[in-house]
């Protein structure tokens, strides 16, 4: 009897309900099982240093799987990512300070300022398409980065405002590795919501918009509807991102989102792979973690301190080097990477053949 691989793909797949399941294989079950023990055992094992370093690729997941869905799946491009954190950041900032609201009002207060923002700037999107759609978002951040600026100024906040810790029951959140299993937990949140909102009809749509918006519109997909809620949602888990910024960081400032963090966020879904939510994940934690890597292996060059002037130059540069190498030579990511590296050890020791009338 014919029995698939052990992992199911695209072309093993024979009923729906291999296509629905999110876990379809033992191996997947497997290594599942096996990532969420070391996640669970990380924590306890890990520096402080690795511990603020996971919890910042937590926080940077949230953003790039939110911007993966509006950008990589609806193909509504938007260079607002950094001002939508920090309208989120100083909705909870300011409510945390001046009414001294808790948690479990600040995050949806966030949620609700990113659903507003999304309508507002999502209106351009039924008239815009790329360059002038992007220009379009981009005066999301200058506006957001304005207003905050201002009410830093007349509230007398120069050095940013102040946000107490979380409490529950009474428990202030305060340790370290409470955050990590907070942060991942929003991250496995916000993994699931996108997951279930691609094998909807919502998502079924989004892709169609992004092949071609005419075609779509024939076979009856309400476009204008749909691009406002590609928005509408980006912009609510791009809020919330903010608002656990805001407590993570115990402070907010204007500073802290500055043009280049749009850019970084936009340099995840290309480094990491468009269209793929793994590709977002990936993108993350490589874009978090790369400006630590080239400073520690600037650590490693002789009269290193005279070079400490310039190591934020040499991350801008090397940055730009790598997002140019990626778009060149892999385009389709690190998600393309990781895709062949994993067809080779499960085609292993046949040779994926191309199809017929392919370039060998």
Known sequence: MFRPLPRASGYFRTDYADELALIQTRGER????????????????????????????FLAAIGALSLMLLTGYAGQISLGHAGLIAAGAFTTGILAREINAPFWITLPASALTGVVLGLIFGLPSLRLRGLYLAVSTLALHFIVIYLGGEYETKRGFSTGIMVDKPAIAGFALNDGRIWYFILLAFAAATLLICINLLRSRSGRAWRALHAKETVAEALGISVARYKLLAFVVSSAMTTVAGCLFAYY??????????????????????IGGMGSLLGALLGAAFVTVFP????????????????????????YASFGVVMILFLIFEPQGL??????????FLLWPFKQKPLAGARK
Do not use: H
């Not at 023990?37 to 910042?56: E, G, N, R, Y």
């Not at 960081?249 to 290309?270: H, K, N, P, W």
């Not at 890597?293 to 490693?300: H, R, T, V």
């Not at 301190?305 to 934020?312: C, G, N, P, T």
């Open 30 to 57: 497997v290594s599942l099982a096996i990532f969420i023990v070391v996640m669970t055992a990380l924590p306890f094992i890990a520096s402080p240093f690795l511990l603020d370093l996971a919890c910042q690729v």
């Open 335 to 344: 998600v393309g990477i990781w895709r062949r590296v994993q067809d080779y």
């Open 249 to 270: 960081r115990g402070f907010v400032s204007i500073e802290a989102f500055d043009l280049f963090l749009s850019i970084q966020y936009v340099a995840m879904i290309i």
């Open 292 to 315: 630590y890597a080239i400073e520690s292996l600037l650590k490693l060059l002789p009269n290193v301190q005279s070079l400490a002037a310039d190591i934020f130059a040499v991350n």
